[in-house]
């Protein structure tokens, strides 16, 4: 990997902030379906809504999907690993685990291995290689779905240049890390009225990891990533209708050393970037590869019909420690690594054994390493007809789309059983594939949904209704039926219907304030395992306003989401302690918060004769239990009414401040999350149950050698703070610390 990026660096790039307007004019004709768009105004959106253009991201060059998103006010973020490889992602209140609660695509396909049968993310896009974010949060996010209770999260990949052009770039820098990225391609002139093109696209990046293995100091616990991105693109006018098609194929292979192995409180005191010997075998084999074909036509009378179908597969075998068995002796005296890091003085024998300290030698057997191993598919049609027209002295651009969509995941897992011997793991044994879990979820989905733009004077009004059906399966073959012969097949079926209306209305007061509210229903289906719960449900209210100057704006909006009844599923991030796949009801939620955003240019208010810009946001959220109730759900346990729900920090600010001139500029930017607690509570938070609050800053800078050639600078976590971000799915894990890293960029 390490040579093929060396060897790559002709053909890598990072984007960088003099590109901005280039790639939003590229994009102007190639957003088939998107709320915003590279080119649009959020502030457009009736309801909350923020895109993150090229400019925003070309900022610091982020890699990590969740320190981009620190920026975005009603964004909550669990981070894991440190380099944002499978991100935690909510919004306003929801369940953050693997970014299962949120709608997650890109260019406006449904991105999660299946979006609707198991929506967990074990698979993210890269943002390294994305030319724009968008998030909504308010009624708009009603036309995305089948997730609507948070908001919806949806990544832009590079669209094809108007003309032939590419980027060219690379970073290096501590923990090893090489990073590249780089597109070249165009549209040019086939012939009257017909306009061929494409781009061919590379992102490839690796590191050797900040942790460290007891006993193998040089082994990685890094990560090594490629990603391929191909578009073929044509435009042409035929019978009064400007057509365009454009086929995009994508591959990624990612190697990954990581594990669910944290630390106890005094290891982590110790040294949190420590691992123990029973995670030297820990790693995550996964490849993924989209292919999508999308249409968009433009007829002479302002009917624009827009289509994509799309085919995602994703395949990853996540090798890790599951549990330890301290005598070998089977299942029944093991115990699971979340269990035993909560406590490591009643489970003794079994730290031993983790610990493998010089000279123990363990029982045969006594460490199970599972390959959790499976395999997903997804495949899809959406439609969408728009138009605009005049009724009733008032403008309406109306909207109405169509979604068929059918995904799976086939889970297919096994155990092989390790010696622990003077610090090395030793294979003893290996279990039957399929003897673990072996099963088959999956779900038929139909939504429909229609939306009106209605502008009358300095008013809008967006009324929305989405209707969803969702058919939903589990085959379960059982542990004793690896060959699936159906012999002691066990299968349960449940369709769930939702009628899910929204409503958003903004009023232009003048030129500098507008004023917007909105009500929306959120909701999500249940797993496939479950016959008998309910869909998460929610009625979701927001208002708000902006106000803006020609060099600063703000905006402050108030939310509140009333959940009928919220849903957690038990998946190994979590922590287990339940069966993998089951659902567990919450009962009714409230969660209500504040969101403040503001971003200024303080040159031209000082007379300076360079820019420097300011951008804020602020972000305060209570989710509080309605009902009492005991929970098999590990997070929430045994729940009191009032009690809070974990994981959601009730306080977290954003503020960077910049520097801009033709030739160099820089940041620097601070992100503050408040103390989070990790079970379900009220009043002071346990010290076992709390993750303390941490401060940290990032710098980057750049300098402009010519229009097309820069040098760029980036200190991650830049006074070098260590925190924890969390104690789950198994013990205490940390932040990442400083890291500095360097690149060359150049376009042409």
């Given at each position: 990997?390490?040579?093929?990026?060396?060897?790559?660096t002709?053909?890598v790039?990072?984007?960088m902030?003099?590109?901005?307007?280039e790639v939003a004019?590229a994009?102007?004709?190639?957003d088939?379906?998107?709320v915003?768009g590279?080119?649009g105004?959020?502030n457009s959106v009736p309801?909350?809504?923020?895109l993150?253009?090229?400019?925003?991201?070309?900022?610091?060059?982020?890699p990590?999907?969740?320190?981009?998103?620190?920026?975005v006010a009603g964004v909550?973020?669990?981070?894991e690993d440190?380099y944002?490889?499978?991100?935690?992602?909510g919004?306003?209140?929801t369940g953050?685990?693997?970014?299962?609660?949120?709608?997650l695509?890109?260019?406006?396909v449904?991105i999660s291995?299946a979006?609707y049968?198991?929506?967990?993310a074990y698979?993210f896009p890269?943002?390294?290689?994305m030319?724009?974010?968008e998030?909504?949060?308010?009624a708009a996010?009603?036309?995305?779905g089948?997730?609507?209770?948070?908001?919806?999260?949806n990544?832009?990949?590079?669209?094809?240049?108007?003309?032939?052009?590419?980027?060219?770039?690379?970073?290096?820098?501590?923990?090893?890390?090489?990073?590249?990225h780089?597109?070249?391609?165009?549209?040019?002139?086939?012939?009257?009225?017909?306009?061929?093109?494409g781009?061919?696209?590379a992102?490839l990046?690796?590191?050797?990891?900040f942790?460290t293995?007891?006993?193998?100091?040089d082994?990685?616990?890094?990560y090594?990533?490629e990603?391929?991105?191909?578009?073929?693109r044509?435009?042409?006018?035929?019978?009064g209708i400007a057509?365009?098609?454009e086929?995009?194929?994508?591959y990624s292979?990612?190697l990954?050393?990581e594990?669910y192995?944290g630390?106890?409180?005094?290891?982590?005191?110790a040294d949190?970037?420590?691992?123990?010997?029973g995670s030297q075998?820990d790693?995550?084999?996964a490849?993924?590869?989209?292919?999508s074909?999308?249409y968009?036509?433009?007829?002479?009378n302002?009917l624009?019909?827009?289509?994509?179908a799309?085919s995602t597969?994703f395949?990853?075998?996540?090798?890790?420690?599951d549990s330890?068995d301290p005598d070998?002796?089977?299942?029944?005296?093991?115990?699971?690594?979340?269990a035993?890091?909560?406590?490591?003085?009643?489970?003794?024998?079994?730290?031993?054994?983790?610990?493998?300290a010089?000279?123990?030698?363990?029982?045969?057997?006594a460490?199970?390493v599972?390959?959790n191993?499976?395999e997903?598919?997804?495949?899809?049609a959406?439609?969408e007809?728009?138009?605009?027209?005049?009724?009733?002295r008032?403008?309406?651009?109306?909207r109405?789309?169509?979604?068929?969509h059918?995904?799976?995941?086939d889970?297919?897992?096994?155990v092989?059983?390790?010696?622990?011997d003077?610090g090395?793991?030793v294979?003893?044994?290996v279990?039957?594939?399929?003897?673990?879990?072996n099963?088959?979820?999956?779900?038929?989905?139909?939504?429909?949904?229609v939306?009106?733009?209605?502008?009358?004077?300095?008013?809008?009004?967006?009324?929305g209704?989405r209707?969803?059906?969702?058919?939903?399966r589990?085959?379960?073959?059982?542990k004793l039926?690896?060959?699936?012969?159906g012999?002691?097949?066990?299968i349960?079926?449940?369709t769930?219907?939702a009628?899910?209306?929204?409503i958003?209305?903004?009023h232009d007061?003048?030129?500098?304030?507008s004023?917007?509210?909105?009500v929306?229903r959120?909701?999500a289906?249940?797993a496939?395992?479950s016959?008998?719960?309910e869909a998460?449900?929610?009625?979701n209210?927001?208002?708000?306003?902006?106000?803006?100057?020609?060099?600063?704006q703000v905006e402050?909006i108030?939310?509140?989401?009333?959940?009928?009844?919220?849903?957690?599923?038990c998946?190994n991030?979590?922590?287990?302690g339940?069966?993998?796949g089951d659902q567990?009801?919450?009962?009714?939620?409230?969660?209500?918060?504040l969101?403040?955003t503001g971003d200024?240019?303080?040159g031209?208010a000082?007379?300076f004769?360079?820019?420097?810009?300011?951008r804020?946001?602020?972000?305060?959220?209570?989710?509080e239990?309605?009902?009492?109730?005991?929970?098999g759900?590990?997070?929430?346990?045994?729940?009191?009414?009032g009690?809070?729900?974990p994981?959601?920090?009730?306080q977290?600010v954003?503020?960077?401040?910049g520097?801009?001139?033709?030739r160099?500029?820089?940041?620097l930017?601070?992100?503050w999350?408040?103390?989070?607690?990790?079970?379900a509570?009220?009043?002071?938070?346990?010290?076992?149950e709390?993750i303390?609050?941490?401060?940290v800053?990032?710098f980057?800078?750049?300098?402009?050698?010519?229009d097309q050639v820069?040098?760029?600078l980036s200190?991650r976590?830049?006074?070098d703070?260590?925190?924890?971000?969390?104690?789950q799915p198994?013990?205490?894990?940390p932040?990442?610390?400083?890291?500095?890293?360097?690149g060359?960029?150049?376009?042409?």
């Amino acid at each position: 990997m390490r040579r093929t990026l060396l060897s790559a660096t002709a053909l890598v790039a990072i984007s960088m902030p003099a590109w901005a307007q280039e790639v939003a004019q590229a994009a102007s004709h190639a957003d088939v379906i998107a709320v915003i768009g590279l080119g649009g105004d959020p502030n457009s959106v009736p309801g909350s809504a923020a895109l993150l253009d090229a400019d925003d991201l070309a900022v610091h060059d982020y890699p990590d999907i969740t320190r981009l998103l620190r920026t975005v006010a009603g964004v909550n973020i669990q981070e894991e690993d440190g380099y944002g490889l499978r991100p935690n992602i909510g919004m306003r209140g929801t369940g953050l685990d693997r970014s299962e609660k949120i709608t997650l695509m890109e260019d406006g396909v449904l991105i999660s291995p299946a979006p609707y049968a198991a929506p967990a993310a074990y698979y993210f896009p890269h943002a390294g290689r994305m030319a724009g974010v968008e998030v909504i949060k308010g009624a708009a996010g009603v036309r995305y779905g089948p997730r609507t209770q948070g908001g919806s999260l949806n990544l832009l990949s590079t669209p094809v240049p108007d003309e032939f052009s590419g980027q060219i770039g690379v970073w290096a820098g501590d923990e090893g890390i090489l990073r590249g990225h780089g597109f070249a391609g165009g549209m040019s002139q086939a012939g009257t009225g017909l306009r061929v093109g494409g781009l061919l696209e590379a992102y490839l990046d690796s590191a050797d990891g900040f942790k460290t293995i007891d006993g193998f100091e040089d082994a990685s616990t890094g990560y090594e990533i490629e990603d391929y991105v191909g578009k073929l693109r044509f435009e042409f006018d035929a019978g009064g209708i400007a057509h365009m098609f454009e086929l995009k194929g994508q591959y990624s292979d990612e190697l990954s050393n990581e594990t669910y192995l944290g630390l106890t409180e005094a290891d982590f005191a110790a040294d949190p970037f420590r691992r123990y010997a029973g995670s030297q075998m820990d790693a995550m084999d996964a490849q993924h590869s989209e292919l999508s074909l999308r249409y968009r036509g433009e007829l002479e009378n302002g009917l624009v019909f827009s289509a994509v179908a799309y085919s995602t597969e994703f395949s990853r075998d996540w090798f890790k420690l599951d549990s330890v068995d301290p005598d070998g002796a089977g299942a029944a005296g093991s115990v699971s690594i979340a269990a035993l890091l909560d406590d490591p003085v009643t489970h003794a024998d079994a730290f031993e054994t983790v610990l493998g300290a010089s000279g123990f030698v363990s029982a045969d057997d006594a460490l199970r390493v599972k390959h959790n191993n499976r395999e997903y598919a997804a495949q899809g049609a959406q439609f969408e007809l728009a138009g605009d027209m005049t009724m009733a002295r008032a403008d309406h651009a109306w909207r109405i789309g169509v979604r068929a969509h059918r995904d799976e995941m086939d889970r297919y897992q096994w155990v092989e059983r390790f010696r622990m011997d003077d610090g090395e793991m030793v294979q003893t044994s290996v279990d039957v594939p399929g003897s673990d879990s072996n099963r088959i979820e999956s779900a038929e989905a139909l939504a429909v949904f229609v939306q009106d733009e209605i502008s009358f004077g300095n008013w809008m009004l967006t009324p929305g209704l989405r209707y969803e059906r969702v058919e939903l399966r589990r085959e379960d073959f059982g542990k004793l039926d690896p060959d699936r012969t159906g012999a002691n097949l066990a299968i349960r079926t449940n369709t769930v219907e939702a009628l899910i209306p929204g409503i958003g209305l903004r009023h232009d007061i003048d030129a500098h304030l507008s004023v917007f509210a909105g009500v929306h229903r959120g909701f999500a289906p249940p797993a496939p395992g479950s016959t008998t719960q309910e869909a998460e449900d929610a009625t979701n209210w927001e208002v708000g306003a902006r106000y803006g100057r020609e060099n600063w704006q703000v905006e402050a909006i108030g939310f509140f989401n009333g959940y009928e009844n919220l849903i957690g599923s038990c998946t190994n991030s979590t922590g287990g302690g339940c069966t993998v796949g089951d659902q567990f009801d919450g009962g009714e939620v409230d969660v209500r918060g504040l969101e403040l955003t503001g971003d200024a240019d303080l040159g031209p208010a000082f007379g300076f004769g360079f820019s420097v810009p300011l951008r804020a946001a602020y972000t305060w959220t209570e989710a509080e239990f309605q009902t009492a109730f005991n929970s098999g759900y590990e997070p929430w346990s045994m729940v009191l009414a009032g009690d809070l729900v974990p994981y959601i920090p009730e306080q977290q600010v954003f503020a960077a401040i910049g520097i801009e001139t033709e030739r160099f500029g820089g940041e620097l930017a601070l992100s503050w999350v408040g103390e989070v607690r990790t079970q379900a509570g009220q009043g002071a938070i346990p010290g076992d149950e709390r993750i303390e609050s941490h401060t940290v800053a990032d710098f980057s800078a750049w300098y402009a050698f010519t229009d097309q050639v820069r040098a760029r600078l980036s200190v991650r976590n830049l006074t070098d703070e260590t925190y924890a971000v969390a104690r789950q799915p198994a013990g205490l894990r940390p932040g990442a610390p400083r890291a500095i890293l360097v690149g060359l960029s150049a376009s042409f």
